[in-house]
């Protein structure tokens, strides 16, 4: 067998190890995307609604706990669950 022969030989057992390789990291990383789809967010804005005159604004729980969130006509605004 010549040298050059040997070292294609070795060449192509080299790319199929990598091919495997990328392979198991191919794999690996769509598990992951699809477990990142699936995951689900919270949500951070309530939505908040006037009793008075309907005016809607979405508040976030920190604005919420400090209490006294108001519209712009002056009514307190109300949280929807």
């Not at 192509?12 to 390789?21: I, P, T, V």
């Not at 990142?36 to 919270?42: A, E, V, Y």
């Amino acid at each position: 067998m010549s040298t050059i022969e040997t070292l294609r030989k070795q060449e192509s057992k080299q790319l199929m190890s990598d091919a495997r390789r990328l392979e198991t990291v191919a794999k690996h990383l769509r598990q992951q995307a699809n477990f990142s789809l699936t995951k689900k967010q919270s949500t951070r804005l309530i939505k908040c609604v006037c009793p008075e005159c309907g005016y809607t604004a979405r508040i976030t729980h920190i604005w919420l706990d400090t209490g006294n969130v108001t519209c712009p006509c002056g009514h307190e605004l109300k949280a929807q669950q």
